[in-house]
């Protein structure tokens, strides 16, 4: 079973940038799919962004044309870009891995888990 651990996180102001990093353990990371999720204070959790072992990235909405997904499978690592951030953005962000094809939006889809790093956007 893989184990990731995220880092990257912090306090940034509106307009500005950050990048998490998401470190995988374990065997055949390159052949999982890896999302990023995020959860605001007293919401649900919700899904960011997803690529799976062929590079397909999916977006929600929400972050299009502003975050990016990427992987760098020689280092068991995947990133998650984030530009131009926004108050809304604030949330602890997850990452998640899945073996198989599909690079899912739903949650319940994913078996590995980190155990999530905050990032607070100042206005």
């Known amino acids: 079973q893989v184990q990731l651990a995220e880092s990257g996180g912090g306090l940034v102001q509106v307009g500005g940038s950050l990048r998490l990093a998401c470190a995988a353990s374990g065997r055949d990371f390159s052949k999982k799919a890896v999302a990023w999720f995020r959860q605001a204070p007293g919401k649900e959790r919700t899904f960011v962004t997803a690529?799976?072992?062929?590079?397909?990235?999916v977006y929600a909405d929400s972050v299009k044309g502003r975050f990016t997904i990427s992987r760098d499978n020689t280092k068991n690592t995947a990133y998650l870009q984030m530009n131009s951030l926004k108050p809304e953005d604030t949330a602890v962000y997850y990452c998640?891995?899945?073996?198989?094809?599909?690079?899912?939006?739903?949650?319940?889809?994913?078996?590995?888990w980190g155990r999530g790093t905050q990032v607070t956007v100042s206005s």
């Open positions: 998640a891995a899945r073996g198989g094809t599909f690079a899912y939006k739903d949650a319940s889809e994913y078996e590995a």
């Open positions: 690529i799976n072992w062929a590079n397909t990235t």
